[in-house]
């Protein structure tokens, strides 16, 4: 186990006319799980390479452990990896496949052959071992792929969105099978991922990446709850968090078009200016009758997803999605009913969409 | 119907190239009074190896074999030498020029060979090279280093990149990556460019006509002496020209169908 330092990396690919990745910096500490995310071309593929010793940095230094490992080639750098197309090699066996890690760094074949058994145990594949991948599914390619990667015991794992290529079912199923692994082997591991929701499941803290920076690194929960800007409270979640421009009124209560509701206290310092408003499907509590402190809004999609109803209202002339029960009935162009808690907005500044420094949580 | 369909065009593309080749076995293996017979009969029904040893026995043609022979797989060996790697880069790497690299390769066998010959004799005649079997490898490897480039080039696209990288990650070097990992799914590739490299080179018959007078291939020997030969000559000069051409391809067949179940890309 060793832990990864990242310091002001940079890197352009010949011919690009940006920056790949942009200054970032990033400390993963021993042991710890966290998860790259971002939409596609945001650099996070790149700097998981560029730890990987896959790139070369343009700038800036990469440390595995205590070593500067910035100029070291791929195969010195006592790292492993899992890649988005698996990259098993399909003229050897899944047993030469697992092992080929270990037999390359010389270890004794009686060792060898124990590990690799280990292995795939752990990752059911102990019936497959003589086997090549054009006769295994996809799942259990992509288990061959983790088993290699995990059998070497590397200070450092890394993973390319090892999930994508699986069907729905299959990745949701391998995700916590996946988790529960690595939090056994406690390895420190660096994951990329397109996929929000795989993001918050896996990772100890989340990292979400945009045109080639770190936009914010945090626990997962805390990301999801206290966006650092608008584009990773729409980038998080599903549904996105919800924005809507409001004007803050004395009170200090926000109005929106005709309407008008409760602010949080510590608002009263922005008076009278725009605040861009921020607030999750799932805090919006709804009712389909007027009561205290309810906010008319006008029905406009229903969709039913078992679990919950996700409703599309307008409200104040803006769209919404809103979490409802599942029993909750309604239909397109009947109104509901809004209650909005205070204490579940977020505000950001509609010019730069960063999150506004207010002492709310103080 | 349509799996019928397609057994009827298989059998009628194996005859059509067995049906020559067995006729010329025949009459190979035919004596020469039996030649003259008519009508020929279609089974070996006189088996005789008159007319191959007196073939064998003819001036040069035995010394003008070994040649063919020498020239084929020195051909193969120079072509892959220089055509794999080139193949390899054209795969992997993006480079300025590529395109026009890629397209001035095609360009090379636009011109006919007649047309090149004969520079190339005077060039040979100066170096000392004329009338040698390396001017003929020398003209066969540029001949078919286009084809060479472009099929390799093509297989190694199908190895993914990430593959090399995977082993590097897992420790080997660079080298050691693609001597594990890329050759040996590259080999079917590879064993198709040389099969039809060699056979090219067996086959040629005009440059290795105009470069050499007495160190001839097998097909200039046999063109050179073919109008003013007897038919029992053709008949076993085409069989010794066939014969080497098949045994190159069954060794090769092994390496030409992919060994893991799928079918060569």
């Known amino acids: 186990m060793s832990r990864i330092v990242l310091r002001n990396l940079v890197k352009t690919y010949p011919g690009g006319d940006r920056r790949a990745t942009d200054d970032v910096c990033l400390e993963v500490a021993e042991g710890e799980f966290v998860v790259l995310v971002g939409p596609s071309g945001c650099g996070k593929t790149t700097l998981l390479r560029m730890v990987a010793g896959l790139e070369r940095p343009d700038g800036g230094t990469v440390h595995i452990g205590d070593r500067d490992v910035t100029s070291v080639s791929a195969r010195d750098r006592r790292v492993s990896m899992v890649f988005q197309s698996y990259a098993i090699f399909p003229h050897m066996t899944v047993r030469q496949n697992i092992g080929f890690g270990l037999a390359m760094r010389g270890v004794p074949r009686d060792l060898v052959a124990r590990r690799v058994a280990d292995a795939a145990a752990l990752l059911d594949l102990s019936d497959y071992l003589d086997r090549y991948p054009s006769q295994l599914s996809g799942g259990q390619r992509q288990r061959v792929a983790v088993a290699r990667a995990i059998v070497v015991d590397a200070g450092v794992l890394l993973m390319d969105e090892p999930l994508s290529n699986l069907d729905a079912l299959l990745r949701l199923q391998f995700r916590a099978e996946l988790k529960r692994i690595v939090h056994q082997i406690g390895t420190t591991t660096l994951y990329v991922t397109h996929d929000q929701a795989e993001a918050m499941s896996l990772g100890d803290r989340i990292a979400v990446m945009r045109d080639g920076r770190i936009a914010q690194i945090g626990a997962p929960l805390e990301v999801y709850d206290r966006p650092s800007d608008r584009f990773v409270g729409g980038f998080l979640g599903a549904p996105p968090m919800n924005f809507f421009p409001a004007t803050v009124a004395d009170g200090p209560r926000l109005s929106v078009g005709s309407l008008s509701f409760a602010a949080p206290p510590s608002l009263e310092a922005l008076a009278g200016q725009q605040v861009l408003v921020g607030v999750r499907a799932e805090k919006l509590e709804v009712s389909s009758t007027q009561g205290d402190s309810f906010q008319p809004a006008t029905v406009e999609v229903v969709e039913p997803t078992g679990a919950s109803v996700l409703l599309t209202v307008t409200f104040g002339g803006h769209e919404l999605k809103v979490q409802a029960p599942p029993t909750f009935a309604t239909q397109p162009g009947e109104t509901v009913w809004l209650r909005i808690d205070p204490a579940s907005l977020r505000f950001f500044d509609p010019e730069t969409s960063l999150a506004l420094e207010i002492p709310q949580f103080a | ?265």
């Not at chain 2, 076995?25 to 279609?42: D, K, V, W």
């Not at chain 2, 022979?69 to 993006?94: C, E, H, K, N, Q």
Request: proline letters at 6%; hydrophobic letters at 55%.
């Open chain 2, 1 to 265: 119907m349509r799996r019928f369909l397609l057994q009827v065009a298989c059998v009628a593309i194996s005859l059509f190239m067995a049906v020559p080749i067995y006729l010329i076995a025949l009459a190979a293996f035919s004596s020469r009074a039996s030649l003259n017979r008519f009508p020929l009969p279609l089974l070996p029904t006189d088996f005789s190896t008159e007319t191959l040893s007196g073939f064998l026995g003819s001036t040069g043609v035995i010394p003008s074999a070994i040649n063919s022979v020498m020239v084929g797989l020195s051909t193969v060996v120079l072509a892959l030498l220089i055509g794999v790697p080139a193949g390899y880069a054209l795969a992997r790497y993006a480079f300025r020029g590529k395109q026009p690299y890629q397209l001035f390769l095609l360009l090379t066998r636009a011109l006919p060979i007649v047309v090149l010959s004969v520079p190339l004799a005077r060039i040979f005649l100066t170096s000392g090279l004329y009338d040698t079997t390396y001017a003929v490898t020398l003209l066969h490897t540029a001949l078919a280093l286009p084809t060479t480039v472009l099929i390799t080039s093509a297989v190694f696209v199908a190895v993914s990149p990430e593959q090399e990288e995977a082993a590097q990650i897992f420790g080997a070097s660079p080298l050691q990556a693609f001597v594990r990992i890329v050759m040996p799914q590259a080999l079917p590739g590879i064993a198709a460019a040389a099969v039809f490299t060699f056979v090219m080179s067996w086959n040629e018959v005009l440059g290795a006509s105009i470069l050499t007078l007495n160190q001839r291939t097998l097909p200039a020997q046999v063109l050179s002496t073919l109008s003013f030969s007897p038919l029992a000559y053709r008949f076993a000069g085409g069989f010794a020209l066939v014969v080497p051409a098949l045994v190159f391809i069954a060794i090769m067949r092994k390496y030409l169908l992919n060994m893991w179940g799928t079918t060569l890309r």
